[in-house]
């Protein structure tokens, strides 16, 4: 019997419910039996931790026991007790626990008995213990419970043995059902899956059947549909191209195509025109023929069979749409014939595939296109022949008029050509005079290029000579400058000596010379100084800080220089500021515009008796021709005036109205000249309205904005830098405030007794307030200096918490303010905030400034360095890190350096250090290259590239002989380098003192010897030997007595060879100091000679130079000088500079 489709679908559904049914019942019997074994094996694991838990509190009872007979201690006695409860208790636990296992049972009691006796024994132990240890010794050597503990570890390996050999089995029993379980699942899951797939390929059969059939009826159906559609098309009388137009819509429609072509035979040749087309871009309907053979309507058509293409190379056609272009999937090319010649091709292109069914509908349609395109190739060609015809007829006569209009052109043109070429003859004519006359001008062209050529060459000769005469101008300033400065520094330094009188030798009258010497001396040196500023004008040489300058500044500096002076001579002073046109700041070089402004006012006064009048004003003129904004600065007087004949006279260098005038009132007749130059490299003028006896009127045109195109026309050779903030070197040395001054503006007359205090070491005024206004916001009282000597005085006298400190000051620069400082005990400990717009924060920072900040900064810098100050000064401890391997020598360090104050941390590796650093903030480091895991200079590599460590102090204390190259590695990456040597402690000391601002009165008294003992100059400077270079007899002189006065022995040499012998024949010198200017071997090359003999590559050299010239520092640095000081020599910062590289 033949089953039904439903009833085979019923009969799968059924067997495949019975097996699930059968596997559901295997699967929760052998869950249930894997729960059961899961217990059993959970209890095994639970007696096993119970048998655990009484073996460890055995141990625990015997190890309670033993501590307290060694050591008697009650403490043994509670883990004792504690342990030996638990004992029993784990005991009852296991016991309840194998209460279905007789032999565990038995050996439980054995275990429970042996526990009593062992608990019995070292009771017995403790109590004999408490009253006599030799008793309890005899008990313990016994071994009666080293016995007892055996047997009972013995019977608890036994019952454990017992319980894994259980586990063992049940293990094995569920890994048994888990097996048999997974093998009858897998067996009835492909019984389920057998008779799934015999009933789907049933169903399968069946519908593949049905479908087929249907499938191709309707195919049938569509074919015939097709055709007949296309033949209504192709009826009536239509031309070739719109009857291939129809049959290629047609069938690209139909077949669902998206491109089509159709293609016919051209004239009977054996090639194929494009007659139709559907949906083909417009630049492709115009290809050439295609011939029989070429691609693939070419090849259809030469084989006479259809051709399907698949893969579609690039530059086919493009399907097109609103949205862009692609290339079809499939293209087919389907020839049609008619008696047995090929009509045309039809090409269709799809972006899916033809399948069969469309291929047979091409091949069924292929003859009725091939008739009807026959038919109307028939019609068209008999009508085209009707057509040329006529139209030949039309074009014979067409030609004959044509031939006529040709003849009359040609006798026109003939006329024409003969009147051209008698035009060309004049022309001729006419250029060969114009040659001619070209001839004559270019020879003259190259005449006076030759003249322009000899005239540049003149000039390059005549550019040669001044460059020479300006370089021999040079050389003869430098000179002279040396030549004047060297017995000038015997004068000043002799004359300060005499006036000091220490030895009280000279009566008051002599001491007065001395200083009327030591004066006149200086006034002497500010000649020099403004000859070498008129020949650097002069030179064109002179260097510009552009930058803002505000206009109250400078009538700050103006008035604080003057006011004093007016007072002195009764002049009534004045400042008249139009502050409703002149902006608040002007762009220009502020030191050469307060340079003028000094000069012109030091005049008015000068030349103004008592009772007159001075005044400054400041306004704004009208633009200038070239339209520039200017400002105006005129200083006004009433004094004797200047006739007109003189007032051009005035303004050249050493010129004054007369002689009697200079006879009175004294001076250079340099000014003037000076100031009209540096106006006009500021690129402004000055004018002069003055009248004899009535008084005069100065007045400075300066633009508001700097321009260096405004001093281009003058072929003046200025140096520009623009910054931020200006600087300012005063050429003027204020007058020295008192110390209680009741006048001054800071707190030097308020401080009381707990009063904690800040020096503020600043020369531009403005700043200063603005950094008194912060102190005072901070609850500090302040305290302004605007010298640097200044500054170590009331440092000395007012002992502040901080100081702010700007580097470039009148008198003394803050290098040399910190060096004394730093070098004295009393004041060392004090920090130092740096504020400068000099960027000297290396230097700054070796010398033992706390912080450097550049200027200009913003009101978040200097809180944030304020905040600094008060952290460090709250702290009572500070913390230092010693980063050494060798643990004796770490040890060391922190027994030479801890104190009260000072909290020493230890790191033996680089990496630990580094992480202590990011953990904790420290005060100072000291690093020791050698480490075991990093070199050092990784270590320090690692801390400058840190932006929360880059700031702290570091040290390094190494014994190993540095390299040059390490040196300048080192240079950049620590503060400080200490040798280890005999002496390094004591300089180690010392620099961690210094780094770590500690108070030296608070340390120990031996540290306070050592480091008094460093500093103290008598001890620092007393019996070092010193070479004096210098080829001045009068200069060794002067120097030689005041450097013997502090207990120095000198030896001189009257020129740099001379000291390079002496050096090689007696080499234990100490330190040398070193002319520059001098006969047979100079300052320099006696240097590179001295740096050549490796055993002086460290001799400390100081230089003593006229510093005549820009860069004679840097150029003493860079030939290996060690550091440098200008003529006129100070004998205390001379003395100050040598203690510090003598203690180096």
Known sequence: MKMTLDKKIQAGFISCSMVLLVVAIISFRNSEKFVDTNQWVNHTHEVLYEFDQVLVNSVNVETGARGFVITGEESYLEPFSTSKARLFDHIRKVKELTRDNPGQQKNIDDIERLATAQISHHEKTIEARKQD????????????????????????????????????????????????????????????????????????????????????????????????????????????????????????????????AIYLVDNGDPSLRLTGWHAIDKSKKELPAVRFGEGLVGQAAAEKRTIELTHIAPGYFNLHTGFGEALPKNIIAVPFVFENAVVGVIELGSMHDFDDLKKQFLQLVTDSIAIGVTSSQAREKTKELLEETQRQAEELTVQQEELRQSNDELHAKTELLERSELELKTQQEELRQANEELGEKADLLEYQKEKLENAKAEIEVKAGEIEVTSKYKSEFLANMSHELRTPLNSILILAQLLAENKNNVLGKKETEYARNIHNSGTDLLNLINEILDLSKVEAGKMELDIAEVTLQGIVSNMSALFSELAKEKSIDFAIDVDTH??????????????????????????????????????????????????????????????????????????????????????????????????????????????????????????????????????????????????????????????????????DRNRIHENDKVILIIEDEEAFANVLLDFVRERKYKGIIARQGNTGISYARHFKPDAILLDMKLPVMDGDEVLKLIKNDPDLRHIPIQIISAFDKKKEGLELGAFDYIKKPVTTQELRKAFDRIENFAGKKTKKL????????????????????????????????????????????????????????????????????????????????????????????????????????????????????????????????????????????????KILLVDDDIRNIYSLTNALEEEGLLCTTAENGKVAVDTLMSNGSFDLVLMDIMMPEMDGYEATLAIRKIPKFDKLPIIALTAKAMKGDKEKCLAVGMSDYISKPVNIEQLLSLMRVWLYR
């Open 133 to 260: 240890f030799e008793r309890a010794s005899q008990i313990v050597v016994a071994g009666e419970g080293k016995r007892l503990e055996d047997e009972l570890r013995k019977m608890i390996d036994q019952a454990k043995g017992i319980e894994q050999s259980l586990l063992a089995q049940r293990r094995q029993a569920s890994e048994d059902d888990a097996r048999n379980f997974n093998l009858i699942f897998i067996v009835l899951m492909l019984v389920i899956v057998g008779v799934l797939i015999v009933v789907y390929f049933i169903i399968a059969t069946n519908l593949r059947a049905l479908k087929k059939a249907e499938t191709e009826t309707a195919h049938k159906n569509w074919s015939l549909t097709g055709s007949a559609d296309l033949v209504k098309r192709m009826q009536g009388n239509k031309p070739v191209g719109e009857l291939s137009e129809a049959i290629i819509n047609h069938l690209a429609v139909y077949l669902n195509a998206h491109i089509g």
């Open 581 to 746: 046109s002149v902006p608040p700041a002007i762009k220009t070089d502020k030191q050469r515009v307060e340079q003028v402004l000094k000069n012109l006012l030091s005049n008015a006064f000068k030349f103004t008796p008592a009772g007159g009048k001075v005044t400054l004003k400041i306004d704004r003129p009208l633009p200038s021709a070239e339209g520039v904004s200017q400002i105006a600065f005129s200083v006004t007087d009433t004094g004797i005036g200047i006739t007109r004949d003189k007032q051009g006279v005035i303004f050249e260098a050493f010129q004054q109205a007369d002689g009697s005038t200079k006879r009175k009132y004294g001076g250079t007749g340099l000014g003037l000249s000076i100031s009209r130059e540096l106006v006009h490299v500021l690129g402004g003028k000055i004018q002069l309205e003055s009248e004899e006896g009535r008084g005069s009127t100065f007045t400075v045109y300066l633009p508001l904005h700097f321009d260096p195109a405004l001093i281009v026309s003058e072929n003046k050779q200025v140096e520009i830098k623009e910054k931020q903030s200006p600087k300012i070197e005063k050429k003027v040395k204020p007058e020295e405030m008192p110390l209680d001054d009741t006048h001054a503006t800071d």
């Open 881 to 1024: 890190l010693i980063i050494e391997d060798n643990e004796q020598h770490n040890n060391a360090i922190r027994e030479l350096i801890g104190n009260g104050d000072v909290t020493c941390f230890s790191a033996y590796e680089g990496a630990k250090a580094y992480k202590m650093m990011e953990e904790e903030p420290f005060d100072c480091i000291i690093v020791d290259l050698g480490l075991p895991d990093m070199s050092g200079f990784e270590l320090l590599e690692k801390i400058r590239g840190n932006d929360n460590l880059n700031k702290i102090p570091v040290v390094v204390y190494t014994g190993r002989d540095l390299k040059k190259d390490e040196t300048t590695r080192l240079d950049r990456l620590a503060n400080t380098v200490v040798l280890k040597t005999a002496d390094s402690k004591e300089r180690l000391l010392d620099e961690t003192i210094l780094f770590l601002h500690r108070v030296e009165s608070r340390l120990p008294k031996e540290k306070q010897t050592i480091i008094r003992k460093l500093h103290k100059s008598d001890e620092v400077l007393k019996n070092k």
